[in-house]
T-cell receptor
Framework: DGGITQSPKYLFRKEGQNVTLSCEQNLNHDAMYWYRQDPGQGLRLIYYSQIVNDFQKGDIAEGYSVSREKKESFPLTVTSAQKNPTAFYLC????????????FGPGTRLTVT | KQEVTQIPAALSVPEGENLVLNCSFTDSAIYNLQWFRQDPGKGLTSLLLIQSSQREQTSGRLNASLDKSSGRSTLYIAASQPGDSATYLCAVTRAGTALIFGKGTTLSVSS
């Protein structure tokens, strides 16, 4: 089965701790994305990567970091500098070009207390 | 800066009704527009993608239209069913392939 996997589905952390969210895709897509979703809000772009070893900040990158060492993996680290980390995090991938759909993973719900 | 607005924010209809969800965007220079469905606590499922050169796309009971010049798209759902209950999100792409989302319309179809 081709697709995007995110783990874990639910994640709980204490305030002040860094946490890493996993995103893996076997679609052979070049581009990968991280979005954040808050209740009643649309998705907001955190980081994106269009090629291995390269990534760009999105609209709300502060307090987050990413790496793209392999084409199939794009982990997101939520650092202690992120002021409101509790949210639903969605990873997506895209094969490139303007004619293709963007595919999403099932999401990780992070709760920080 | 591109902004995407979806109206209404919520909609309740009886089963069998035809309905229209609206999406508007402020910058007409888009590459494509994508409609998604999201069930509570789940990821996004792509429903339809309309390229900037197209006027509409159809999939089963769904029909999406695009009017770039006026910055509008509509998602038409025919003969609604309780299983259609979900949040519907509209998103556009411009620079690169990052999506810009509206806040969604939450649809409830009662049996």
């Amino acid at each position: 089965d081709g697709g995007i996997t995110q783990s874990p589905k639910y994640l709980f952390r204490k305030e002040g701790q860094n946490v890493t969210l996993s995103c893996e895709q076997n679609l052979n897509h070049d581009a990968m994305y991280w979005y954040r979703q808050d209740p009643g809000q649309g998705l907001r772009l955190i980081y994106y990567s269009q090629i291995v070893n390269d990534f760009q900040k999105g609209d709300i990158a502060e307090g987050y970091s990413v790496s793209r060492e392999k084409k199939e993996s794009f982990p997101l680290t939520v650092t202690s500098a992120q002021k409101n980390p509790t949210a639903f995090y969605l990873c997506a991938s895209h094969p490139g070009g303007s004619t293709y759909e963007q595919y999403f993973g099932p999401g990780t719900r992070l709760t920080v207390t | 800066k591109q902004e995407v607005t979806q109206i209404p924010a919520a909609l309740s209809v009886p089963e069998g009704e035809n309905l229209v969800l609206n999406c508007s965007f402020t910058d007409s220079a888009i590459y494509n527009l994508q409609w998604f469905r999201q069930d509570p606590g789940k990821g996004l499922t792509s429903l339809l993608l309309i390229q900037s050169s197209q006027r509409e796309q159809t999939s089963g009971r769904l029909n999406a239209s695009l009017d770039k010049s006026s910055g509008r798209s509509t998602l038409y759902i025919a003969a609604s069913q309780p299983g259609d209950s979900a949040t519907y999100l509209c998103a556009v792409t411009r620079a690169g392939t990052a999506l810009i989302f509206g806040k969604g319309t939450t649809l409830s179809v009662s049996s």
